[in-house]
Structure formats: structure tokens, C-alpha cells
């Protein structure tokens, strides 16, 4: 596995805009999650893309995946107090255990 | 909806004395997996353990930790003599074989200070 870098660190926006979280990876993959951690939680599944698929929905979640840029997004639209948490993305390559990597995170504050 | 579930939710224990963390998978799982975070820090990679046998491990799980599966429901992790440095949060996580599975399900930790 390896990590994923996200950007930005911190991002903070009014319930009811849009969110916009950048993550990027080094090397080719064959699958980038995304996963939510409310603070000091477990973390949450979010969503899965794989590298054959450039665009995935999920409720108010968006995410994209640029292969050539080795770069993903999640966006979600709408947001809501309840999505303050962190966001960590996971690129996965290979086979094996499947072995999750978590960079730092973007964390996100919704104010009502 | 099918959970991993963690027990205890918070432990105190003294410098040099050995915790087991209990972590309960999803019941149809096969692939199970250790991770910390400490204070502050990123979510860090423990063990994988799969078909009775560690899988995969970090750097972090030297011989002070082990993992076992010690009936068809449990899976643990062994600390065997705790350092200070061990204090932080103690997640496992399961998931499905094969491919085309690769989503991880969670539990809500166990937090481990150590004094």
C-alpha cells in the first residue's frame, strides 16, 4: 500500500456549501478510498473508485480520479454540521492484505 | 447492520504490564487487522492476519505485541509488556475476501493509557 497525501489540512465552510478535499498518490494503483474518523473514532468507509472509473457518487459525496495525475477529489455537496471529521483518502495497488496507509488527513469544520 | 465491535472502550494500565485488546469482526470476514493512532498523529498500519496467520506487519509490531485468533468470533492483540509509547487508540478493522473487497469495516477502539 501507500499513502496518500491530502490537501488542504484544515478547511473550514458554512453548513450548507460545498466541500472539496484533494488527495494525491505516487505510484499506480487499483483502488482509492475514502474514509471519514469524527474525532478519535473509529473510521468510517466512504466510498470506493477504482482505477477504471473516473467518477463515483454516493449521496451527497463526488469523487473523482485523475490516473494520470494520480490524483483524486471528494466533494460533498451540502454540507451539513454532522460532517466535521477528518477525511483520509487510501490508495491501494497490488494484491495481499490490502493494508491501509493513512496520511494526515483533510480536516473539516462545518459551522452551522 | 453488521459491526466490529471492541472491548474494553477504555483501559488504564501500569507500565510493564501485559493488556489483551478483545475485538469481536464481522462474522462473515476473513481478513482482520490491527491499527493505532496516537494523540495527535495519523492512523498507523499494526498486522493483517488472515487464514490463522499474520499476513503482513509494520515495523511497530515487534515482539512485544502478538494477535490471535482464539476461537471462531475473537480476534486480540497482546501487548506483552507496555511502554508509555504504547499509550494511543487501538482500532481493528475487518473486511471480505477477494477481490473486488478491498473496503475495511472498523471498530470504535480501545484507548490505552499507559502510566
Known amino acids: 500500500s501507500q499513502q496518500g497525501e491530502e490537501d488542504p489540512q484544515a478547511l473550514s465552510i458554512q453548513e450548507g456549501e460545498n466541500a472539496t478535499m484533494n488527495c494525491s498518490y505516487k505510484t499506480s494503483i487499483n483502488n482509492l478510498q475514502w474514509y471519514r474518523q469524527n474525532s478519535g473514532r473509529g473510521l468510517v468507509h466512504l466510498i470506493l473508485i477504482r482505477s477504471n472509473e473516473r467518477e463515483k457518487h454516493s449521496g451527497r459525496l463526488r469523487v473523482t480520479l485523475d490516473t494520470s495525475k494520480k490524483s483524486s477529489s471528494l466533494l460533498i455537496t451540502a454540507s451539513r454540521a454532522a460532517d466535521t471529521a477528518s477525511y483520509f483518502c487510501a490508495p491501494l495497488s497490488g494484491a495481499g492484505s490490502y493494508q491501509l496507509t493513512f496520511g494526515k488527513g483533510t480536516k473539516l469544520s462545518v459551522i452551522p | 447492520e453488521p459491526e466490529v465491535t471492541q472491548t474494553p472502550s477504555h483501559q488504564v494500565t501500569q507500565m510493564g504490564q501485559e493488556v489483551i485488546l478483545r475485538c469481536v469482526p464481522i462474522s462473515n470476514h476473513l481478513y482482520f487487522y490491527w491499527y493505532r493512532q496516537i494523540l495527535g498523529q495519523k492512523v498507523e498500519f499494526l498486522v493483517s492476519f488472515y487464514n490463522n496467520e499474520i499476513s503482513e506487519k509494520s515495523e511497530i509490531f515487534d515482539d512485544q505485541f502478538s494477535v490471535e485468533r482464539p476461537d471462531g468470533s475473537n480476534f486480540t492483540l497482546k501487548i506483552r509488556s507496555t511502554k508509555l509509547e504504547d499509550s494511543a487508540m487501538y482500532f481493528c478493522?475487518?473486511?471480505?475476501?477477494?477481490?473486488?473487497?478491498?473496503?475495511?469495516?472498523f471498530g470504535p477502539g480501545t484507548r490505552l493509557l499507559v502510566l
Open positions: 478493522a475487518s473486511r471480505l475476501q477477494g477481490r473486488g473487497q478491498e473496503t475495511q469495516y
